[in-house]
């Protein structure tokens, strides 16, 4: 009987330890969504002390933060935060599921990339949003599951400092400053039109990267819209060479691509005055340096080869326009 008891004993004790560690005894939380995590899908998330939006805000979490979720009471989830110190324990709070949805890290390619594309769609992002849209790209890109999605949020994060430096005024200031710092190999200043710009070569740089995906053309799309620092002042060899590493250099890649018109129709469109000014030569300088004027027929014969190998008829025109400018200006 002592046996018996002995062994109901054993077994008590190890079914009790079993539920403690599960929560399934009365008092003890059980989780039922251990190992599930959510991702904070706006600007600066708030975290609240209980599940209601009168209570105290615990914490404000950047876009794209993910805690583990602990528990869902109704539009809320229960989540852990990291500890603010390394001897700190961790605290738990509430975060509304219109501010963060369930992050499921075998899908984490669409979480990251709805993310992006909200704010990315907006006309204009103020700097602060634009900032954290950047920090959360960064990170986004290198967790992609496929090499063609972590390319597109690469390119996404590009146009999003692009978005972030455009309207910065007073670069000595403070945080502006500081960020201009932190990207300067990344960003240069456009004197002429008296603003920051992303430097082309780093579209490039990610194109070349990503030139043999599908994501590739869109990358050389975005590099060859991208404007250039500087001004020609009227020296054609300039300006040819704008056309040319520009539109010209997505056409080189892409001679059928999805933007390959457009391409060819805005080189014609500045290629217009160019011709206008042939007879008069008012707007436009010859080169008159052999070097320079060497390089003017190389990178007229380039863009000659390339509009070429378009598909479009209305490259004839272009490739007329191209002649009368090489006779012109010899």
């Known amino acids: ?5 002995t062994r109901l004993l054993v077994l008590a004790t190890v079914f009790c330890a079993f539920n403690v560690a599960y929560g399934n005894v009365p ?13 904070v899908s706006v600007i600066n998330g708030r975290v609240r002390s209980q ?15 993910r805690l583990p979720k602990l528990e869902e009471n109704g539009g809320w989830y229960k989540v ?20 963060s949805s369930e992050f499921d890290a075998g899908n984490a390619d669409a979480a990251f990339q ?12 103020t700097f602060t949003e ?26 996404k994060r590009l146009l999003g400092l692009s978005n972030a430096i455009a309207s910065i005024k007073q670069s000595e200031r403070s945080p502006y400053k ?16 008296g603003r920051w710009i ?43 060479n704008y056309l040319r590493v520009t539109n010209g250099e997505y056409l080189n890649f892409y001679p059928s691509g999805k933007h390959a018109k457009e391409a060819l129709d805005d080189i014609t469109n500045l290629l217009d005055p160019i011709v206008a000014d042939l007879p008069a030569k008012t707007n436009y300088i010859t080169a008159s340096d052999i070097t320079d004027r060497a390089e003017f027929n190389k990178i007229l014969s380039e863009l000659r080869t390339i509009i070429s190998k378009t598909p479009f008829v209305e490259k004839s025109k272009t490739l007329l326009q191209i002649a009368k400018i090489a006779e012109g200006h010899r």
């Open 51 to 65: 599940p209601n939006l009168s209570s105290a805000i615990l914490k404000e979490l950047k876009v794209g933060t």
């Open 178 to 193: 500081e960020f201009l710092e932190n990207y300067n190999n990344e960003v240069i200043y456009h004197e002429p039109a």
């Open 198 to 240: 992303v430097r082309s070569e780093r579209f490039w740089e990610l194109h070349n990267r990503y030139k043999n995906y599908k994501v590739g053309e869109e990358i050389a799309w975005q590099a060859g819209k991208n404007p250039l620092p500087g001004e020609c002042e009227g020296y054609i060899v300039c300006h040819v």
């Open 27 to 39: 008092g003890m939380a059980f989780d039922p969504v251990e190992g599930s995590k959510i991702i």
């Open 80 to 99: 852990e935060l990291e500890p603010e110190t390394e001897a700190a324990s961790a605290k738990t709070g509430w975060i509304s599921k219109t501010i």
């Open 1 to 5: 009987m002592k046996e018996l008891s």
């Open 114 to 125: 709805q993310i992006a594309d909200k704010y990315l769609a907006r006309k204009s992002l």
């Open 130 to 155: 634009a900032s954290q849209i950047i920090e959360f790209l960064s990170t986004a890109a290198d967790d992609a599951k496929t090499y063609e999605v972590g390319g597109d949020l690469r390119l």
